[in-house]
Nanobody, 126 residues
């Protein structure tokens, strides 16, 4: 079975940085579509970043472009989200997910993320 465990969340001040980690077990995420999502209280879950680990370039939601970077470490089977210049609106529960069906061309454009982590909280204060 596939399991994802996020870590690295915490509380930071505006302008600070955090690096979220998502360790995947039971499945090798190489050449798969992986993503980071977030959900703030009272808001719908939104896509933050997606990446096809076997190639292609990552995609980001407009609000985090230039500040966040999604990456993948094959040897550790871990997906990362480097978050810089954090803003209060980045406050949310962050989840990683794996889409085992999408190709590099459909990654991020389909709703096929079937495996999710438990989430890690990110809080950004002024």
């Amino acid at each position: 079975q596939v399991q994802l465990v996020e870590s690295g969340g915490g509380s930071v001040q505006v302008g600070g940085s955090l690096r979220l980690s998502c360790r995947v077990s039971g499945y090798t995420a190489d050449r798969n579509c992986v993503g980071w999502f977030r959900q703030a209280p009272g808001k719908e879950r939104e896509v933050v970043a997606v990446l096809f680990t076997g190639g292609g370039s990552p995609s980001y939601t407009d609000s985090v472009k230039g500040r966040f970077t999604i990456s993948h470490d094959t040897s550790e089977n871990t997906v990362y989200l480097q978050m810089n210049d954090l803003k209060p609106e980045d406050t949310a529960m962050y989840y990683c997910a794996v889409d085992r069906l999408s190709t590099r061309y459909s990654c991020g454009s389909t709703n096929a993320f079937a495996y999710w982590g438990q989430g890690t909280q990110v809080t950004v204060s002024s």
